[in-house]
């Protein structure tokens, strides 16, 4: 992971956290980072403060509810200059599950400059650990006046680093598979997916700075266009947040009966749907659902 090396001659910098309405699950792993060594945040040449005239870099965690809103933004503005906002978990970025709620004035950077986004629900404390990474050279640049620095190296995965089984990351698409159903984006509960017709045919797009990792879009997704990851390092620079998306378009074909554009039938709908398929049902893959009806109600047998 490129950082910015902790120089000893320099006092630590100080990272200060805002609870902007959290659940606490980020909190939690932002806790890991100050406790467990192999997190340490000290190599990075940080250390937390509880006083935000202390602090350098800023962590916030929730979605910005209206309660907290005033305290938040009070405390944020009292963290002298030059200073830089990450914004931890896809709460502050998006309100996660809590966007379009009432009970919420987010997202963070309606208010206030966000510098780095670290997605998850809650994002690994090694994700955390990278964003800090990066905040840590954007400081520096704007303390001595110059460009900011190309973003560092996402540390590997593997190692020290590795996820353990079961883990739950981004999201990977397979348009190949996929029949248009839409279930996924009515199960999202971050409302990170959607769907828009295009001339080439359906595109798909999912936000990681919306997804909650949950997997319920998988879950219901019989064809298995939608499968879970175990790749967590999502830390990015918030420039980059709309660039981070996972998409694909499923195309559309003209159908073979009528000539009407039409949505393809992927095998894996096929294996799911019949036990065995027979060139007669095969055929019916390349017709629209009009001429599918009525070749069907001349006698197709499953």
């Known amino acids: 992971m490129e950082t910015a090396h902790n120089d000893t001659s320099e006092p630590p910098l100080g990272l200060f956290r805002i609870n902007a309405g959290s659940c606490n699950g980020c909190d939690v792993e932002l806790a890991a980072t100050a406790a467990v060594s192999r997190f340490d945040v000290e190599r990075l040449g940080c250390r937390y403060t509880e006083s935000p005239g202390e602090a350098a870099i800023v962590l916030i965690t929730g979605p910005l509810t209206a309660r907290v809103r005033e305290k938040a933004l009070r405390l944020h503005g009292a963290v002298p200059e030059p200073k830089v906002t990450v914004a931890v978990g896809v709460c502050p970025v998006s309100g996660g599950v809590f966007r379009d709620s009432y009970a919420v004035a987010g997202p963070v950077d309606a208010y206030l400059p966000v510098d780095v986004n670290v997605p998850g629900c809650p994002p690994r404390p090694q994700a955390i650990v990278a964003g800090i990474a990066e905040a840590v050279l954007l400081w520096k640049a704007r303390r001595d006046g110059v460009p900011p620095p190309t973003a560092g190296s996402l540390p590997e995965s593997g190692g020290e680093n590795a996820a353990p089984a079961g883990v739950r990351g ?89 000539g009407e554009p039409l949505l393809p039938v992927p095998p894996e709908l096929l294996r799911v749907a019949f036990r065995e398929t027979s060139p007669e049902i095969a055929r019916l893959t390349a017709l629209c659902p009009e001429c599918r009806q009525k070749e069907s109600i001349g006698g197709t047998r499953r």
């Open 170 to 258: 981004r999201m990977r698409f397979n348009a190949a598979a996929c029949v248009g159903c839409r279930m996924c984006a009515h199960v999202c509960a971050g409302s990170a997916i959607r769907f828009d017709e295009e001339e080439a045919g359906l595109r798909f797009t999912l936000w990681h700075n919306s997804c909650a990792f949950c997997a319920l879009c998988a879950h219901y997704c019989r064809t298995g266009a939608l499968a879970v990851t175990e790749e967590w390092q999502l830390a990015h620079r918030h420039e980059e947040q709309y660039r981070l998306v996972e998409q694909g378009v499923v195309p559309r074909l003209p159908c073979a009966g009528c």
